[in-house]
């Protein structure tokens, strides 16, 4: 039997290349190794603590699912699925609640982050929004999860939520493991000290950003002092940065890039970058802009995912609600 592999995105907005880097293209290559069976989800339910307007949440959706195709997954390959479509999703999360510890989820450092930006009204769903992922994850018997490592808190609380409940109530739930790749945090364009972030645009190169607007980006990322076009991530965070991204672009080696750029200044290395990026999204771009003028194949494909794995988690749920007392 094949170990199960899950990972979800939300439907938040466009993807920028960490979400790219730091999941997506794995996601494809983790379904193309063909050594697991993969699950893929739209995350809709924890978009809804952004608390998007109607009508773009289901455009999010959409764009997100031909992302998914257009990048390479294949609904023949992998089950395809939205997060909202299965409810016990929300009611597992609902049983985990009542295991998990108020001052375990104020460790978080996405909570910690979101409440200072928000403040007094911070909502719930954002506090309890990595018990949802636990749910996620536990209801599918999940022993793989590929994350950027900005999810590796989020994963530790999955794994002792399993850990707690099957010391209660007996062995139930696997404890599932990260899977990063070797860029697991893409750094900003502007600020190479935080992650880019899609509630930062102006830190982003968006995955379907056309030519135009990937060099206007990157011409104004920031550089660090000197000129040398040499890997350090704490004396020249920018440059190394940039070198991450232009290796996971190229498939070169950090060390074969400092090679080729030997000499040259940092704007002969940012006019190739621009053309990498450029050229690598190209297909992408074309596969996507076909994929997204049909909605109903792109909505039956959730459906028919949905209902796939909704076969597993049903299973599990029953099991869960036995061993609680609650069937
Ligand atoms: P989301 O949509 O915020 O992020 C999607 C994926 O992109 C990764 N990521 C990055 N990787 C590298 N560099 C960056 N700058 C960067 N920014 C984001 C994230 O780590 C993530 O892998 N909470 C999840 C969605 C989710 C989920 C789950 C994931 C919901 N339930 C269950 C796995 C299992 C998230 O961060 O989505």
Same mark, same amino acid.
């Given at each position: ?6 990972? #979800? ?8 290349? #960490?979400?790219?880097?730091?999941? =997506? ?12 069976? /993969? ?10 603590? *952004? ?30 699925? !939205? ?20 001052? *375990? ?8 982050? +979101? $409440?200072? !930006? ?40 999955? @794994? ?9 109530? #007996?062995?139930?739930?696997? *404890? ?17 000290? %935080? ?8 830190? /982003? ?10 060099? $206007? ?16 991530? %704490? ?39 621009? #053309? ?8 992408? @771009? ?11 194949? =792109?909505?039956? &494909? =959730? ?8 076969? @597993?988690?049903?299973?599990?749920? &029953?099991?869960? +609600? +036995? %061993?609680?007392?609650?069937?």
């Amino acid at each position: 039997m094949k170990s199960i592999l899950i990972s #979800g995105i939300q439907p938040t907005g466009k993807l920028h290349i #960490g979400n790219y880097f730091g999941a =997506l293209k794995n996601f494809v290559d983790l379904q193309n190794s063909g050594k697991y069976q /993969c699950y893929f989800f739209i995350a809709d339910l924890h978009a809804l603590t *952004e608390n998007p307007a109607p009508k773009d949440l289901n455009q999010n959706i959409l764009n997100l699912t031909a992302d998914f195709l257009a990048s390479g997954l294949d609904p023949k390959k992998s089950v395809i699925f !939205q997060q909202s479509r299965i409810s016990v999703h929300s009611e597992l999360m609902w049983i985990l609640n009542t295991i998990a510890k108020i001052p *375990e989820l104020e460790l978080m450092t996405q909570f910690k982050d +979101k $409440a200072k !930006q928000f403040r007094q009204s911070v909502n719930l769903g954002l506090f309890n929004y990595p018990v949802l992922m636990a749910a996620d994850v536990l209801l599918y018997n999940t022993k793989f999860v590929p994350v950027g490592n900005d999810q590796d808190q989020h994963l530790e609380i999955t @794994r002792t939520l399993a850990r707690r409940f099957n010391k209660i109530f #007996g062995k139930t739930f696997v *404890e599932p493991k990260a899977i990063h790749t070797l860029t697991p945090r893409v750094m900003s364009l502007i600020n190479p000290e %935080k992650k880019m972030s899609k509630s930062q645009p102006e830190s /982003c190169v968006f995955i379907d950003d056309s030519p135009e607007q990937i060099k $206007a980006k990157i011409k104004k990322a920031v550089t660090d002092s000197g000129s040398e076009i040499k890997y350090n991530r %704490k004396d020249k965070p920018a440059i190394s940065n940039l070198l991450e991204i232009y290796s996971s672009l190229s498939g070169k080696t950090i060390n074969d890039l400092e090679k080729k750029f030997k000499g040259k200044n940092y704007s002969v290395f940012k006019n190739d970058l621009i #053309g990498v990026v450029a050229d690598y999204f190209a297909d992408f @771009r074309k596969n996507k802009s076909i994929l997204i003028k049909n909605k109903s194949k =792109l909505f039956s &494909i =959730l459906k028919s995912g949905s209902q796939k794995a909704s076969q @597993r988690a049903e299973k599990k749920i &029953i099991e869960v +609600k +036995k %061993k609680i007392g609650l069937a």
